[in-house]
């Protein structure tokens, strides 16, 4: 087991707002990681605190970067640098470029990404090899049937199949899926569930899923980390966390079930 992403005392203030309070956790690279919470819990500020969109009141972020051993300090490092250092996220909004085909968006997003590293090795991966990183993402994401259809033809469900393979073609370390099954239906919620633990199999990176659908999030977690008001509430196996009489108090509390 080893420590992929950890936040130390984690804070986000917004005037009097506490919405991240002083969180501390250790996401580990053999779990599915779930981080849920009721409406206003703090989890989306969370996710821009770790992916640089947000810069913390207080405390640090630690991502451990390719294959190296020790964690490197992101806590100041914009959106493209987290990136860079190996932290992917698939947004909730829809990301891609409507009018390209399937492979058209994972070339630009793959390329993007070899452009941005200055490695020698990269630097000397040719055009082939690039290609070949784009059909293996395609497979991958089971997009490649789609790969020349152009994305404003595209279903949801397969947008959002669409985006994940984007959030891929980085090579992350670590990939946050922020509500991988918002607005799909009972279908494309279970495809888009097996394909999550395939990727989870068959890559070496590690997922953090933030989602609102419990079914989902019990099916496919391995841990359950609970927010409420900014804080850690609760965090543990899916069977510990949902049995907690506090999150349900908490869930019961707000708006969302
Ligand atoms: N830019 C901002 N300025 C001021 N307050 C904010 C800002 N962004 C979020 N908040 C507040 O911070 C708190 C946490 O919000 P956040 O969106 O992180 O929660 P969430 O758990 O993602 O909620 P949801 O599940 O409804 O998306 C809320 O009270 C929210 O109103």
């Excluded at 090899?129 to 497979?139: G, H, T």
């Excluded at 994401?141 to 994940?164: F, N, Q, W």
């Excluded at 419990?214 to 850690?232: K, N, P």
């Amino acid at each position: 087991m080893t420590t992929v992403l950890k936040t130390d005392d984690l804070r986000k203030q917004f005037g009097e707002l506490t919405a991240v309070d002083n969180v501390s956790i250790e996401i580990d690279d053999d779990k599915i990681t779930s981080i849920i919470g009721p409406n206003g819990a703090g989890k989306t500020t969370f996710y821009n605190l770790l992916t640089g969109v947000l810069q913390p009141t207080g405390g640090s972020i630690w991502l451990r970067s390719g294959d190296q051993n020790e964690l490197t300090d992101v806590t100041d490092a914009e959106p493209h640098e987290v990136a860079q250092a190996g932290l992917s996220r698939s947004y909730q909004i829809t990301n891609i470029f409507e009018g390209l085909t399937v492979r058209e968006n994972v070339r630009v997003a793959r390329i993007s990404h070899e452009g941005t590293r200055l490695d020698f090795r990269s630097r000397a991966t040719g055009d082939e090899s690039v290609e070949a990183d784009i059909e293996e993402i395609l497979e991958l994401t089971g997009l490649t049937d789609i790969a020349d259809t152009p994305c404003d033809t595209l279903s949801h469900g397969e947008k959002r199949t669409v985006e994940i393979a984007l959030a891929l073609a980085i090579e992350p370390n670590v990939f946050l899926m922020d509500e991988p099954t918002a607005g799909m239906n009972p279908t494309e919620v279970t495809e888009i569930v097996s394909l999550i633990r395939e990727l989870d199999a068959d890559l070496d990176a590690t997922f953090v899923v933030t989602e609102h659908n419990m079914d989902v999030v019990t099916d496919i977690s391995d841990r359950i980390v609970v927010l409420a008001e900014g804080a850690i509430l609760a965090d543990g196996t899916p069977q510990d966390v949902l049995a907690d009489e506090r999150v349900t108090e908490a869930y019961l509390g707000s708006d969302s079930v």
